[in-house]
């Protein structure tokens, strides 16, 4: 049997490599990671991305194990998903990926290959950096709006091409219905005959600049003729075009109807009372900043906001002392007023009316004709809940869901920040007794025992000490600022403690613990050592006959 089995895997293997390697060259150009693994989780194809992330020679990993590859912390992580696709379930979900080092996001499918009869044969699997697919849907989005913008801001508009004597070479037929003519009539006439008299010479002087390499480009406010005796007002923006030497060949004028502008000012100032009703809405509002008088402005909404009403006097320095001192760098503006950047989004507490609050602020800068910057525009709005939503969202990510203990990453989160000069110590706690309660009652009575023994190991400790259920029956507390005798007098506390009969909804339960204590003079680095001994002294104690704690 045990022949006929390997025979088989091996037979699926083969033709998994065949079948991938018809398409290897396809699969090594995805930016994605590829690997399919057999019934066994031994790998038998991976493809150039998943062997260059990881640093390894693919071919050497062929037959080797999942847990062998990818290393334990990344095994820990998806040990439980691996087994329902050998179960024959798709499992689709992110976890941090760690590869050489460093930690990203990355979502992974795995998909059961399954035979004719239902066997699965394999897992395919399929893992993607999230981080870089992030950065691809804000690039689109760029464009997009940029794409957007780019139609509000041209259409419909005049076009034409001019020559470098002022002949226009080519025209669309929006710029010829403004003049009352069809594109023949336009195409092949210069531009001073089109003009209007009284705008000529500012039209030529400029256009001149442009041939002497003074600007590259100009904007003016111009009228044209039409051949009934009318006259069409425009904003016409021309730029210089260049062949590879620098030299100009021919100038693209973009020409803009005053009417349609007209418009499109009617329908800002629509825009503009809808967003002042938006703003209504939620807390914050409007100011803008002049930045050639060093002018700061503030809507009565967003002052009644932060001061209350009444005329209060408000300026850009009472703004920035309401702000939280260590917000304020990060909330400046100064890349706008230099002409850096023509947008910014800054995020800090602001203290109200109603107390500090969280603030977003949108900032825009407005440039004149020159393209200098002359006003900035921005809005701010209260995002306190938000920000709050945040922070228990990424509460809870560090706590364990049944015990509300902290969890192995809340522990390392909590341990990093670290305490300097403070000594510490360390206890790795292992249950006695505790597969006993789980095969007698069940999971869910072995739910309550956890559940009892964080309630239990709170009350042992003191409120400045760190409790971690790391998984299953194991929990590591870490003890502030303890001396050597705290730190065996909470242990010996511990075990006591556990030894008391638990009442569960099933009844009297029994369970004990076993403890490795570990002491530091000073906060060490990282949890690695001080875990890695303590775990030594929990192996002693429970070589002892358990119920007790040694030291690491």
Known sequence: MAGRSNRKDTDTGTDVMAAVSEDARILDLLPALIGYMDADLNLLYVNKTYADLRNIDRHAVIGKQAREVVGPENYAAIRDKLELARAGTPVSFDYDLMSKGQKRRVMAHYLPDLAEDGRVRGVLVHVSDLGQRQADLSERAEESQALFENA??????GLALVDTSGIILRTNKSFADMLGRTVEE????????????????????????????????????KRYLKPDGGVTETNLSVTAMRNEAGEIVRFISQIVDVTEQKQAQRAMSEINAQLAVAMDAVSGGFWQFDIGRSDFRI?????????????????????????????????GF???????????TAEYRLQTVTGERWMRCERKLLRDDEGRPIKIMGVAFDISREREQLRLTQEQANRDSLTGLLNRRGLEAAFALGRSNHACGVLAIDLDGFKQVNDRHGHEAGDEVLTETARRLKTAVRETDLICRTGGDEFVVVLVDADEALMDAISSRIIELMQTTMII???????GCSIGAVWYPAWPISLKEPQSRADAGLYRAKAAGKNTWRAG
């Open 152 to 157: 509000f801001r041209n259409s419909p508009i």
């Open 186 to 221: 336009v195409t092949g006439i210069g531009f001073g005959g089109i003009t209007h008299p009284d705008d000529i010479d500012a039209d030529l002087f400029l256009f001149r600049q442009v041939l002497a390499g003074h600007r590259d480009s100009y904007r003016i406010d």
């Open 299 to 331: 809507s009565d909404g967003l002052k009644t906001f932060i001061v209350g009403p009444g005329p209060v006097p408000f300026d850009l320095s009472s703004y920035i002392q309401r702000m939280d001192p260590q917000d304020r760098a990060g909330a």
């Open 334 to 344: 100064e890349r706008l007023v230099a002409g850096h950047t023509d947008r910014e």
């Open 505 to 511: 909804s099933y009844g009297e339960v029994k369970v």
